[in-house]
């Protein structure tokens, strides 16, 4: 085995985009690896305190965390290069569509697949940075990606994860096993 030293190296860690609305109701967004869900009802993220984004959720105490599909990876990408800190219509520049949500103020962006609507419940200021707790207060699903029983079917959502090791993201889709059932034949042995 070869010897890296100490590296955030885990595989794999999706890709979330942050809504947030700008002091003067612009959307921004940006995407983020760091974090997930902390509980049943919260997601962390975790994030450095020079974003724009960390502004707005100061200021807004919402936001909207959705999961990109490949379809939008270049735009998604971008926000990501662009610093809403430089480029006030970073977002308008990328022709991406944004909806107010009825639950939270933070923006919807159309194009998403899947959006989780969340309120700030807290920010905790650590030595290795910024984690922000949000409460779920909804989650919204492009029709596009439910299946016959009206579930959110993760194959139809066509998103991509980062690679942080190369910088590369991969696409997803395949089902390879089932969640407590294909380890249970060792339950046998």
């Known amino acids: 085995m070869k010897d890296f030293g100490v590296k955030p190296y885990l595989f794999p860690m999706p890709v979330y985009m942050i809504g947030t609305y700008n002091e003067d109701g612009t959307v921004d967004s940006m995407p983020m690896a760091w ?3 902390c509980a049943e009802n919260m997601v962390a993220l975790n994030l450095e305190e020079d974003h724009k984004t960390v502004v707005n959720l100061k200021e807004k105490g919402a936001f909207t965390l959705s999961v990109p599909g490949v ?3 270049v735009e998604s ?4 290069i662009a610093s809403a800190n430089k480029f006030a219509d970073k977002f308008e520049r990328t022709g991406l569509h ?3 949500s009825e639950r939270v103020d933070a923006p919807i962006i159309t194009e998403y697949p899947l959006t989780l609507e969340c309120k700030v419940l807290e920010m905790q200021e650590q030595p290795y940075g910024l984690r922000v ?4 207060v909804n989650v919204l699903a492009d029709e596009k990606v439910l299946d016959e029983q009206g579930r959110i079917d993760c194959g139809k959502l066509n998103t991509f994860l980062f690679d942080q090791m190369r910088n590369d993201y991969y ?5 390879c096993g089932k969640a407590w059932h294909s380890g249970a034949p060792l339950l046998k042995k």
């Not at 990408?77 to 990501?80: F, H, I, W």
């Not at 707790?133 to 779920?136: P, R």
């Not at 696409?171 to 089902?175: C, D, L, N, Q």
């Open 98 to 100: 944004a909806v107010k």
């Open 133 to 136: 707790l949000g409460e779920i």
């Open 171 to 175: 696409a997803v889709g395949e089902i």
């Open 35 to 37: 974090g997930g869900i």
């Open 71 to 73: 379809d939008t990876l």
């Open 77 to 80: 990408d971008y926000m990501g």
